[in-house]
């Protein structure tokens, strides 16, 4: 009895391995986008977290290099938050929330 228990326990991990890495997978085609300023600064990224895109509208660029940069810093935290909270809910959809404490790189 323990043993067939063992063995459906292996085949639910083993199948929970295989939904993660297609949540993985899925993650390189999620894009969130993020603004600052307006509109000013956009960025996109992807739910891996890695920025995609940084566009700066020429009117920012005349600003205070110390505004733009605060743009800048803003735009990239916004898409960055929202990649990793909507990551994290793909993830916890798989996992049925079993990974929800975890901080996995790039996740």
Do not use: C, R
């Not at 459906?8 to 986008?33: G, P, R, T, Y």
């Not at 739910?47 to 509208?57: P, S």
Request: no cysteine; proline share 2%.
């Amino acid at each position: 009895m323990f043993k067939g228990n063992m063995s459906k326990m292996l085949k639910q991990a083993q199948e929970m391995q295989k939904q993660i890495e297609k949540v993985q997978n899925q993650l390189s085609d999620m894009i969130i986008d993020a603004e600052s300023g307006g509109g000013m600064v956009t960025v996109k990224v992807n739910g891996k977290q890695e920025v995609l895109e940084l566009v700066i509208d020429p009117d920012a660029i005349k600003e205070d290099k110390e505004i733009l940069e605060d743009l800048i810093i803003s735009a990239l935290n916004k898409a960055l938050s929202k990649a990793q909270f909507d990551s994290q809910e793909k993830m916890n959809s798989v996992t049925g929330g079993m990974m929800s404490g975890l901080k996995i790189p790039g996740m």
